[in-house]
């Protein structure tokens, strides 16, 4: 390597070392910020109705939560017929076609995955604004409807789900799985070519990324909850033993296939 290329990449080095310092110290300085101002507006926090808001929450979310998960169920199904009577009409030749379903069979197959974790969500707050609002018929009626809406929605999914993993099949034969089976994804990708485990791998490597970063930024959020919010120590915990766990599996995956 040439002395010019050696210093460009001393300089390059420098830079990257100096940008890095100044995340770090900006991070330390906006989380003693953060702290601080929560500290100083908890008085005002606490001045805030609480009660009031779960009481609102108590009364709409089990609604919206049900309308929400009719719908988008509503547009999965519809989106499963029209991916049906594609592959009915398909000649078998143009290329054009077969992307367009392939598209629209992946877009069949996530939302109703990503409704459901927004379920999980939803669902306990439901029930939390329930319990803190309401001890008399209402508030079991409000429960029993957030609790049949979690249940129908997860079978809706699983539904959703076999019915648009058949209709891959119909194009993909050499494909085996079955939805039900705990080991469904290692079969399903055991039959799958090149192309795909490289799709797979880029996917989840991306969503492995986005999931580190987004946990530290939920450790920021509830460290800050704990003073300001008094919501203690188990939310911040239950972010780390998610990152721990996640980074531990992707390491342990990752030397095993380097063996």
């Known amino acids: 390597m040439k002395d010019t290329d050696k210093k460009v990449n001393k300089k390059s080095n420098l830079k990257i070392y100096i940008i890095f310092a100044v995340m ?10 953060a702290g ?5 507006n908890k008085d005002t926090l606490d001045g805030i109705n609480w009660d009031h808001i779960w009481w609102i929450t108590a009364d709409t979310l089990p609604i919206v939560y049900g309308v929400l998960m009719l719908a988008t169920f509503v547009v999965s199904f519809v989106m499963y017929g029209k991916i049906k009577r594609m592959i009915r009409g398909w000649d078998g030749e143009n290329e054009d076609v077969i992307v367009d379903i392939e598209s629209r069979i ?5 939302l109703p995955c990503v409704i459901v974790f927004v379920g999980l969500v939803l669902f306990p707050v439901c029930i939390y604004a329930v319990d803190r609002t309401y001890s008399d018929g209402r508030g079991t009626f409000l429960t029993v409807l957030s609790e049949l809406v ?10 959703v789900e076999k019915l648009v993993i058949d209709e891959e099949k119909k194009l993909n034969p050499e494909k085996s799985g079955n939805i ?6 290692r079969d399903w990708e055991n039959t799958s070519d090149e192309a795909e485990l490289i799709m797979i791998a880029k996917s989840s490597k991306k969503g492995f990324m986005t999931g580190i970063k987004a946990g530290f ?6 460290f800050m909850s704990m003073f ?4 203690g120590v188990m939310p911040i915990v239950a972010v780390g033993l998610v990152l721990i766990v996640m980074y531990v599996a992707y390491c342990r995956e990752f030397v095993r296939l380097q063996k």
């Open 106 to 110: 992946t877009t069949a197959s996530y």
């Open 180 to 185: 039900f089976d705990m080991h469904f994804r």
């Open 24 to 33: 770090i110290l900006a991070s330390l300085l906006g989380g003693f910020l």
């Open 150 to 159: 979690f249940l129908i929605s997860m079978a809706l999914y699983c539904v």
């Open 217 to 222: 930024v939920m450790w920021i959020l509830t």
């Open 36 to 40: 601080r101002l929560a500290a100083v």
């Open 228 to 231: 300001a919010f008094d919501t």
